[in-house]
């Protein structure tokens, strides 16, 4: 099941620089393994904004979920999901 979701970072102004880019990595890692495993096929950042779309693509809702919630930036996003469904004229 493709996804397309939306997610925009918020990271508090409080949040110590070493902190925030801490998380940061984690952040990256944890992207660049599912983008690895297929899961996360696309990743486009937004000109301009701190925010990306993304496509995933996942067995389920819950298994979209569950991706989501463990992304370490997750506290700091605002996240909307869209389900994708086969276009009646796409060629693919
Ligand atoms: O930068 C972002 O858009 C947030 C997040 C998504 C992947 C990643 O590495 O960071």
Redesign the pocket.
């Given at each position: 099941m493709l996804y397309l979701v939306h997610?925009t970072?918020s990271i508090p102004d409080n949040l110590p620089t070493a902190e925030a880019d801490r998380i940061?990595a984690e952040?990256?890692a944890y992207?660049q393994n599912l983008q690895k495993s297929g899961k996360w096929p696309h990743?486009w950042?937004v000109v301009g904004e701190?925010?990306?779309y993304?496509v995933f693509d996942v067995e389920s809702n819950d298994e979209l979920h569950d991706l989501l919630s463990k992304?370490p930036?997750f506290k700091f996003?605002k996240i909307s999901v869209t389900p994708l469904a086969k276009h009646p004229s796409s060629i693919r």
């Amino acid at each position: 099941m493709l996804y397309l979701v939306h997610m925009t970072v918020s990271i508090p102004d409080n949040l110590p620089t070493a902190e925030a880019d801490r998380i940061k990595a984690e952040e990256k890692a944890y992207s660049q393994n599912l983008q690895k495993s297929g899961k996360w096929p696309h990743l486009w950042r937004v000109v301009g904004e701190y925010a990306n779309y993304s496509v995933f693509d996942v067995e389920s809702n819950d298994e979209l979920h569950d991706l989501l919630s463990k992304l370490p930036l997750f506290k700091f996003m605002k996240i909307s999901v869209t389900p994708l469904a086969k276009h009646p004229s796409s060629i693919r």
